[in-house]
């Protein structure tokens, strides 16, 4: 397992922040620190063990010490594949969840019509992306990471829906450009990612890093895109029904502002605040 920081070498090149991202990083950070304490922590307990004794009795003390209800003999190494895995089934959930988060900045910044296609047949990120191209919105990804995230959403699936068949993870391995990964990824040559059958922590890291590169690219694809002297009409802490009594607009649409690391000019602040003040009156 590498040094952690290393990890994570990625860059959005563009200013603005979305409230969506700021989540994912932070719940995804939360996770990655979770996994690599438990992933600690059954080392160290089989590293400690009471040798005096076969190790399932050992287990088997320890569970009823704790109140676990947990025997037999379990180790890390029986474990350690399903264990990964299920990491990365909470790593999809992470995701999932952004994309959520992400439809909803869309909402906010561009048009509160904007919804993600119902297609079955396509992962959920397909389906922004389409939904996300008919507003002429289309983020550039380097053409290893969408194959190396639907390679990891079928190893996710072979976990969650009862092992489904592993013949489409590998088909979904075949397709990752591991060329072209290295050449823009290179700290990850050489350890991820893995096939179906030897995943390991590094497979958990890089899918976590994959998720943040997919976050980053679907930023910069709203580069100089927002109009943001209209965000008055689509924001939802705009709309005056949200807005509590007594408020000063000016200062709440600064506020908004700020959240997506953008300094309104002059004449946006004003051209917001004057729609938010029509919109007040049409509600009287």
């Given at each position: 397992?590498?040094?952690?920081?290393?990890?994570?070498?990625?860059?959005?090149?563009?200013?603005?922040?979305?409230?969506?991202?700021?989540?994912?990083?932070?719940?995804?950070?939360?996770?990655?620190?979770?996994?690599?304490?438990?992933?600690?922590?059954?080392?160290?307990?089989?590293?400690?063990?009471?040798?005096?004794?076969?190790?399932?009795?050992y287990?088997?003390n320890?569970?009823?010490?704790?109140g676990?209800?947990?025997?037999?003999?379990?180790?890390?190494?029986?474990?350690?594949?399903?264990?990964?895995?299920?990491?990365l089934?909470?790593?999809?959930?992470?995701?999932?969840?952004?994309?959520?988060?992400?439809?909803?900045?869309?909402?906010?910044?561009?048009?509160?019509?904007?919804?993600?296609?119902g297609?079955?047949?396509?992962?959920?990120?397909?389906?922004?992306?389409?939904s996300?191209?008919?507003?002429?919105?289309?983020?550039?990804?380097?053409?290893?990471?969408?194959?190396?995230?639907?390679?990891?959403?079928?190893?996710?699936?072979?976990?969650?829906h009862?092992?489904?068949?592993?013949?489409?993870?590998?088909k979904?391995?075949?397709?990752?450009?591991?060329?072209?990964?290295?050449?823009d990824?290179?700290?990850?040559?050489?350890?991820?990612?893995?096939?179906?059958?030897?995943?390991?922590?590094?497979?958990f890291?890089?899918?976590?890093?994959?998720?943040?590169h997919?976050?980053?690219?679907?930023?910069?694809?709203?580069?100089?895109?927002?109009?943001?002297?209209?965000?008055?009409?689509?924001h939802?802490?705009?709309?005056?029904?949200?807005?509590?009594?007594?408020?000063?607009?000016?200062?709440?649409?600064?506020?908004?502002?700020?959240?997506?690391?953008?300094?309104?000019?002059?004449?946006?602040?004003?051209?917001?605040?004057?729609?938010?003040?029509?919109?007040?009156?049409?509600?009287?």
């Amino acid at each position: 397992m590498g040094k952690r920081n290393i990890f994570y070498d990625y860059r959005s090149n563009v200013d603005i922040v979305l409230p969506s991202c700021k989540r994912l990083y932070k719940r995804l950070g939360d996770y990655d620190t979770l996994a690599e304490y438990t992933i600690c922590a059954m080392l160290d307990f089989e590293k400690y063990c009471d040798t005096t004794i076969p190790f399932s009795d050992y287990v088997s003390n320890k569970a009823m010490e704790h109140g676990v209800n947990l025997r037999g003999g379990v180790t890390f190494g029986n474990y350690k594949g399903v264990l990964i895995k299920s990491f990365l089934v909470n790593s999809h959930a992470i995701l999932s969840d952004f994309i959520k988060h992400y439809r909803d900045d869309i909402r906010n910044l561009f048009t509160r019509d904007f919804t993600i296609k119902g297609d079955d047949k396509i992962s959920e990120l397909d389906r922004l992306l389409a939904s996300l191209k008919e507003l002429k919105i289309e983020p550039s990804f380097p053409r290893w990471l969408l194959p190396a995230m639907d390679y990891y959403r079928n190893v996710r699936n072979s976990v969650a829906h009862n092992q489904r068949d592993k013949n489409s993870c590998e088909k979904a391995f075949e397709k990752i450009d591991i060329s072209a990964l290295n050449a823009d990824y290179g700290i990850f040559k050489d350890k991820a990612p893995h096939h179906v059958d030897a995943i390991n922590m590094d497979d958990f890291y890089f899918y976590s890093a994959c998720i943040k590169h997919v976050a980053n690219f679907l930023v910069m694809a709203l580069k100089d895109r927002v109009d943001w002297s209209r965000i008055g009409e689509t924001h939802t802490d705009l709309d005056p029904q949200n807005i509590k009594k007594g408020t000063r607009t000016e200062k709440l649409v600064n506020s908004i502002f700020s959240q997506y690391n953008h300094r309104g000019t002059k004449s946006e602040v004003r051209k917001v605040m004057d729609e938010v003040i029509a919109r007040k009156k049409r509600l009287k």
